[in-house]
């Protein structure tokens, strides 16, 4: 066992996006794609002795070699220990969790979230900080500006190692511990929620359907479900964690969870449905024959936070992210704590969280969490629903119609145009930002525009600033329409169209979504002439 100092091309894509580096499996699988871009990672830390890293992914197709190459690497630049999930596997929840208790400098997860997987499909790589949360994009950033002139790694010959026993080896002078990926994470949502509440829920026959979508959220929920909550057996479906995600989309929304979606609308039909995604860190939530979205989520958790144990001292403030609706704005109104409008990317919330100024947070994108930890949470949303299910004795239909009927409610829905041309996006996005000057006082459909700006976001903690991250138009009476190119796509580019309606008369509470937002999907290709740049008659996905 030696290490190697061993010569390399750089590689000039390697920039990490809205989280972490995503890339075709085929493309990590060139030579030395992974290993540059985790020198790059570990020259851009510095100085990595003695320091502790947490290393595990969510299963897909190449997470196994790509742990070992980077234990090889990770040895090399003088690590004393590597805890690493049994399989290689770590939700991305899980690791951050991990992180935090062990006192970690940091932790690599592999994963491309709610991409497709398989040897065709995408991988992916981020880096999470010592407080668990995704490095600051001043951080990928300069990871990316040093590979672009690499011109060698440091890694040892050693020979794998195995990965499926748990206990301790040696790379070099590196312990590398291969831990239960479940353990911790479970032990800290037991502090979170009444769990002896939850079980009398389950106890008294309610019933549930958890899909995991083979995905690497199925562990985890077994062992909490089904294990510690006893909830029958067979309550999590699609619980192995397979390679290709077993062909599914492990994006859980009502696209691509359509079987959960229909399950869910029938007359047998459980109490409660939920879904996660590719590494753990989204959820969905599904009533009897009534959708959430995670918009309304998040603001039903916020405005009942205080029937969980963890949150029993009330929230200190709100975060979500700019294009996810205003429904939470609200709630903190009247709860009168604050709420912060981020770009996308739970990488934003890191600081508000570190600095006590938030205690949860969401995105439109199915993501919710809270300052348990530094990620969004998939099973701890699907937790905190069952926690406020058994107080409160109602079904997930009543507490939002009763939140809508305090609070309001926000029609709310996203329109993608999935793989459209690059540099057609790109134009469409410079067509709109030239007109933003002029939109404000406009009159559109049955709107008029108040404000037309393109997001800039300075981060009240440290001041630093994220510019251009999406465009909004926002019309007199609150409703919106916003526009931003993804950042976590691999093929060609992805609009995101972001529409929103404030309704306060709970008499029009129940129209049908498309149905409320018409006017405004009206004003968006109007204003920014979706199907002429894209091609596109209609969005690919609508959620
Ligand atoms: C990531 C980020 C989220 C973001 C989502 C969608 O989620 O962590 O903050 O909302 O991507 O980003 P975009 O609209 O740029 O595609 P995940 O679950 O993919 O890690």
Redesign the pocket.
Known sequence: MTIQTVATTPYPGQRPG??GLRKKVTVFQQPAYLDNFVQSLFDTLGDCSGKTLVLGGDGRYHNRAAVQTILRLAAAHGYARVLVGRGGILSTPAASCVIRKHGASGGIILSA??NPGGPDGDFGIKYNIANGGPAPEALTEAVWQHSVALHRYRASDAPDVDLDTPGSTRIEQMTVDVIDPVADYAQLMEGLFDFAAIRALFARGFTMRFDAMSAVTGPYAKAILEGMLGAPAGTVINAVPLEDFGGHHPDPNPVNAASLIALMAGEDAPDFGAAS?GDG??NMIVGRRFDVTPSDSLAVLAANATMAPGYRAGIRGVAR?MPTSRAADRVALALGVPCFETP???KYFGNLLDAGKVTLCG?E?Y?TGSDHMREKDGLWAVLFWLNLLAASGKSVAVLVQEHWARFGRNYYSRHDYEAIDSAAAAELMDALRARLGGLAGQRLGEYTVELADDFCYTDPVDGSVARQQGVRIVMTDGSRVVFRL????TEGA?L?VYLERYEADPAQHHLPTQQALAGLIAVAEHVAGISAYTGRAAPSVVT
């Open positions: 809205t989280s979230s709610h995604d860190d989204r992210s996308t990317g739970w995105e994108s993501g993804s950042g976590t796509g992805t995101r």
